[in-house]
């Protein structure tokens, strides 16, 4: 159940202004309105309103949206590409306000009605206010900021009845009518966080964009998807389990596995598939070693190289013969297949219920390889290529692109310079935390901030494995609240915002120069490299040392 939107599906100019939309329609009852881009025209100016929201039995309410970083300073402050200018929210939110009002109340249509509750409000979804931030001309009531957007639609309604000023609540009809005329001094600190999740809604806009890619998959059974960091693979694997268990007009719902190596990634994709209608869901979602356990395979405790490549695959597919047809999967989708070992494809293909039309969808960046496994399936794929980088910012794509094996295009806005800090591999992990707390000075939330070290494990790592166990510490990635310590070998498909990566090792171990690319490209907007000069020359080559600055 939600509002009523005139237009059902409109357009935007920015992302945070769909994205505030998204959320008042989600969260306003159907017997709510909600207006999108309502302009109009008096005799002193053109005015445009970005969100009307008409609620019976509360008031009428204009909002104005102001994403990326917004904030006060003897006047109203915003930074878009790289540039401050002064803007002007409450006027435009409550010019637009006393339009409408005065053109609703001039036209025929309303007739002999009496005014009705009029507010306006303004929108930061991206940027942060303290709650004793007032001004004369907006109370702090009327201002919904980036924490308080879960329950917008209820301070909507607090916004309208703040504003009251004694008047009535508008009635359904009074809303109807509204419907059809109007649808023809505090200085808060600049939030580089704002700017980074604007970047976010933005990738994820692209990534939505590229899904399409899913309508040429359509008709085929057997593909694998390459794509280098930050080109939505993992975005795209989730959509493609999504239409695959849904079904579509001219094709059923299928029983659909889903399938990772790592256990931070699968702790990903349950908690996006957590979001979905039950309907939309696949049968499984977790790691190879959940499905067998999902079998009644026990693997508790093992460390055996062998138990992994060879005897577990081995039983699993032996259990996957005597499976059910109800246990069987239509279509199995795999993220970061390149971490497949060769016998774990025997189980599931195996586990298919059709073993010539089964659905193998993979997705997978050989350039992420940084286990020495090379296993692929045993069957043919359609290969197809995603070449554009759409996560990491110019300036981090720029630094670890030489990394990759093949050109990609850099799609992502402009960010912070990457930054390079030089320290001996035995002294780079003081120096890297010295980073973390940098960072938070300049103003990160500690949960966009992340350490990953290429050698050994952080001590911070390793207590937080100790407390939580390795289910509970991945799951601190998305749910915590503080900075995130991790290693490059489990952070494949997992990104944050600002991210330090400490080479506190020789550049000895094998596929050293895969490390690094994992390690750079987890940063989306902010990164920062720790290590030996010599050590990041010798690994990466002169390119990436070059625009690192070394």
């Known amino acids: 159940m939600v509002a009523r939107c005139i237009p059902e599906d409109p357009t935007f100019t920015t992302p945070s202004e769909r994205e505030v939309w998204v959320r008042l329609r989600d969260q306003l009852t159907p017997d709510d309105v909600l207006l999108v881009n309502v302009r109009l025209t ?160 933005r990738a994820d806009q692209l990534t939505q964009e590229q899904a399409t890619l899913l309508r040429v998959t359509r008709l085929l059974r057997r593909v694998e998807i390459r794509g280098g960091a930050g080109s939505g693979k993992t975005v795209l694997a989730l959509q493609q389990a999504k239409e695959l268990s849904r079904g579509t007009g001219e094709r059923r719902a299928e029983r659909v596995a889903m399938l990772c190596y790592s256990i931070g990634l699968a702790e990903y994709l349950k908690r996006e598939v957590g979001t979905w209608k039950r309907q939309h869901r696949p049968a499984f979602v977790g790691t190879f070693e959940e499905l067998a356990c999902e079998w009644g395979i026990e693997t508790g405790g093992k460390v055996e190289s062998d138990f992994w490549e060879v005897e577990l695959p081995r039983l699993m597919a032996e259990r996957a013969q005597d499976l059910g047809h109800g246990k069987r999967f239509d279509s199995i989708v795999v993220d970061e297949a390149q971490d497949f070992a060769e016998d774990w494809w025997t189980p599931l293909l195996t586990s298919l219920r059709d073993e010539v039309d089964g659905g193998l969808y993979l997705y997978s960046d050989e350039n992420q390889r940084i286990f020495a496994r090379f296993g692929r399936p045993p069957v043919e794929l359609v290969p197809l290529v995603l070449d554009h980088n759409l996560r990491n910012t110019k300036q981090v794509h720029a630094c670890f692109g030489p990394l990759a094996p093949s050109r990609m295009y850099a799609r992502g806005g402009d960010g912070p310079d990457v930054r390079f800090v030089a320290s001996a591999s035995d002294e780079a992990m003081g120096a890297a935390d010295d980073e973390v707390e940098r960072l938070l000075d300049e103003g990160w939330d500690p949960e966009r901030v992340c350490l990953l070290t290429t050698g050994h494990r952080h001590p911070e790592q390793e207590a937080q494995v100790e407390r939580h166990g390795k289910t509970g510490y991945w799951r601190s990635f998305w749910e915590g609240d503080d900075v995130f310590y991790g290693h490059v070998l489990g952070s494949k498909g997992l990104e944050r915002a600002a991210v330090v990566l400490c080479v506190n090792e020789g550049g000895e171990r094998d596929r050293a120069r895969e490390r690094l690319y994992v390690g750079m490209s987890r940063a989306t907007d902010s990164l920062t490299v720790v290590g030996d000069p010599d050590v990041l020359r010798r690994v990466a080559g002169d390119d990436v040392a070059r625009r690192l600055g070394i």
């Open 42 to 201: 008096d005799e002193s100016k053109d005015h445009e309103g970005d969100l009307v929201v008409l609620m019976p039995g509360d008031g009428v309410v204009v909002l104005e949206v102001k994403g990326s970083s917004v904030w006060f300073d003897d006047g109203w402050r915003i930074k878009r590409g790289g540039r401050v200018d002064v803007i002007h929210p409450v006027d435009q939110a409550r010019d637009m306000k006393y339009a409408a009002r005065d053109y609703a109340e001039s036209d025929s249509r309303w007739g002999s009605r009496r005014r009705v509750v009029w507010a306006h409000g303004v929108v930061t979804p991206y940027s942060s206010f303290e709650d004793d931030f007032d001004l004369p001309e907006l109370p702090r009531w009327a201002l919904h900021d980036r924490s308080e957007q879960e329950d917008l639609a209820a301070r909507v309604r607090q916004n309208a009845r703040g504003l009251a000023h004694g008047r009535p609540a508008p009635t359904h009809d009074d809303v109807e009518a509204l419907v059809e005329i109007l649808a023809g001094r505090r200085r808060t600190a600049y939030d580089l966080n704002a700017e980074a999740l604007e970047r976010a809604s």
